[in-house]
């Protein structure tokens, strides 16, 4: 629930950032009603929630302040779509920056309609600039190696094996720096001596045959494997007992 508050929260003041630089930009008191309505609408979408936490996450790295962040990051969509953003604003800088010299050669006539254009084109100019520049800065903290570590959580199942793959390939594009894989969810072997439901014997076999797929994509980038726990790992006996089976014994 504390979570959901959060997210809810980040979403209602990301909102009030687009509203705000619309009236700046514009020279807007009140936000149009058709605007406001678009405004209203995205927040609805999943997307939204998830462009906005991202961006909270981001926000936290770029002002500094700590030795370690972990990030159980879930949109890994957002993560590389911020990474290669930094080209798209480049072109879109350079060619605001294009036009303003297009229009320096325009002669006095336009004069007045020069002024009006330099004054739009000198807000956008500067947002853009603002998250160019942002993007740049998180950018080169999220590619360094000698700061920055991602781990694939993956699971014995096709699809999963399949995403993490693709997922791999777009972090070495954008020189994303992988420090390895850890399976999770794996249903204790020794459960195969029991009596069992069939059902539960069929997902021990899925489960032998796809832990087979694993090893031969990932090799030896797989640092731990995590039993399936009887509840969600939360409190300090959990986190201890997730700790034990990645870390082994302290």
């Given at each position: ?60 790295v770029v002002k500094g302040g700590y030795d370690y962040y972990v990030y159980d990051l879930v949109p890994l969509g957002h993560a590389l779509y911020y990474l ?167």
């Amino acid at each position: 629930m504390h979570r959901r508050s959060n997210a809810d929260k980040r979403v209602r003041e990301y909102q009030e950032e687009i509203r705000q630089k619309i009236r700046d930009m514009y020279g807007m008191e009140t936000i149009p009603e058709e605007i406001e309505s678009y405004i209203q609408a995205a927040a609805a979408e999943p997307a939204m929630e998830e462009s906005a936490i991202f961006d909270q996450v981001v926000d936290i790295v770029v002002k500094g302040g700590y030795d370690y962040y972990v990030y159980d990051l879930v949109p890994l969509g957002h993560a590389l779509y911020y990474l290669s953003m930094a080209s798209v604003y480049d072109a879109w800088i350079g060619k605001i920056t294009g036009l303003r010299q297009q229009m320096r050669e325009y002669d006095q006539v336009a004069a007045v309609i020069k002024r009006e254009k330099e004054l739009d084109e000198d807000a956008i100019l500067n947002e853009l600039l603002y998250i160019k520049e942002r993007i740049n800065k998180s950018s080169r903290i999220l590619t360094d190696k000698k700061m920055t570590a991602f781990f694939f959580v993956i699971t014995p199942e096709e699809m999963v094996i399949k995403d993490t793959m693709k997922a791999a390939e777009l972090f070495a594009k954008f020189d994303v720096p992988m420090s390895g894989y850890i399976i999770n969810r794996l249903i204790p072997e020794e459960l195969r001596e029991q009596a069992i439901p069939e059902y539960l014997r069929n997902r021990l076999a899925m489960q032998e045959h796809y832990l087979k797929v694993i090893k031969a994509t990932f090799g030896g980038q797989i640092l731990a494997a995590v039993p399936e726990m009887e509840r969600d790992v939360t409190g300090l006996s959990m986190i201890e007992r997730m700790a034990k089976a990645i870390f082994g014994e302290f």
